[in-house]
C-alpha cells in the first residue's frame, strides 16, 4: 500500500484509529519505563515520545493503519496484511531472546485481537476459520493438549483457526496424535 500516512489514517474509522494510536502510545512508552529501570540512580532519564501523528508514520503506525484500514474497506486486496500482522506480533509480543512471540491468552478478547480476526475472516473467509473445539476434535486430540501446545508456543491460535492448516498440524507440530483408523 503506498498511500501517504497521513491520508491512511483519515480513512481509518474513528474507533480503529483510537486503537492504533493507543497501541503506539504503549509501545512508545514503553522505553522509557525500560530507561527509568535501567538508569543509574542520580542521572536523568531523557523523557522523549513522540507525537501520535509521528508515529503514525514509524513502521508500526503504518502497519497498525493497513491492517485497521483493510479490515474496513471491503475494496482492498491484502496488500501484505498478514505480513504486517506478523510484524505486529513480534513487535508487541516478542521474545527479546529469540524469534518468536506468545499471544497473551486472551489476546483475542481485546480490541486489537478482534481487529486482527476480523483481518483473518476477510483474509481467509469465515468458513475457512475454525474454533478450538474444531481444531481438537478433527486432529483427534485433547482440549488440554491443543491449550497446552499453544501455552508452550508450539501452535498459535491464528494458525489453528485456519482450516487449510489441519494437514500440517498433524504432521509438523503434534507429537503423534490420536488419528481416526
Excluded at 497501541?23 to 522523549?48: D, F, H, Y
Excluded at 483473518?120 to 491443543?146: C, F, M, S, W
Excluded at 482450516?163 to 483408523?181: G, K, T
Amino acid at each position: 500500500m503506498d498511500l501517504s500516512t497521513s491520508f491512511l489514517a483519515s480513512l481509518v474509522r474513528k474507533d480503529h484509529l483510537e486503537l492504533v494510536d493507543t497501541t503506539l502510545l504503549a509501545v512508545a512508552g514503553r522505553p522509557w519505563e525500560l530507561a527509568r529501570a535501567t538508569t543509574p540512580r542520580g542521572e536523568r532519564i531523557k523523557e522523549t515520545v513522540p507525537s501520535v501523528e509521528q508515529l503514525h508514520s514509524s513502521w508500526l503506525g503504518r502497519n497498525l493503519l493497513m491492517i485497521a484500514h483493510y479490515v474496513e474497506d471491503e475494496w482492498t486486496q491484502d496488500t501484505g496484511v498478514e505480513e504486517a500482522m506478523e510484524q505486529v506480533y513480534r513487535v508487541l509480543f516478542g521474545d527479546p531472546f529469540g524469534e518468536g512471540y506468545t499471544l497473551p491468552p486472551d489476546f483475542h478478547r481485546s480490541d486489537l485481537g478482534q481487529l486482527f480476526h476480523r483481518a483473518y475472516v476477510k483474509l481467509y473467509g469465515r468458513e475457512n476459520l475454525l474454533t478450538p473445539a474444531q481444531v481438537y476434535h478433527d486432529l483427534g486430540i485433547a482440549r488440554q493438549t491443543l491449550y497446552d501446545r499453544v501455552k508452550k508456543g508450539k501452535l498459535r491460535l491464528d494458525f489453528l483457526l485456519w482450516r487449510n492448516a489441519l494437514p500440517a498440524l498433524r504432521d509438523r507440530d503434534m507429537e503423534s496424535p490420536a488419528r481416526p483408523a
